[in-house]
């Protein structure tokens, strides 16, 4: 099933996903926008292209499929409050 996947995600996986996508064999992932601290796919590391033995297989990259909107998707979402957070103790 995985051979056969192509993964959506509105930002570019982090260096551990990667590394686990390679290891699931999925072949081609679409982000929108880039992970500039932790990006898996080139923007840190190349984890999904480079050639690292022993760590599955590597897989395509797109980059900025409706980039603006995915930024714009993550500012509401961290704009929001967590109901279930603790209180704090200040």
Partial sequence: ?????VLYVTVEPCIMCAG???LLKIPLVVYGCRNERFGGCGSVLNIAGDDI???GTRFKCIG???GEKAVELLKT??????PNAPRTKV
Wanted: charged share 25%; hydrophobic share 25%; no cysteine.
């Fill in 20 to 22: 686990a996508l390679r």
């Fill in 64 to 66: 900025g499929y409706q």
């Fill in 53 to 55: 033995p022993n760590t």
């Fill in 77 to 82: 979402f961290y704009k929001q409050e967590n």
């Fill in 1 to 5: 099933v995985f051979k056969d996947t």
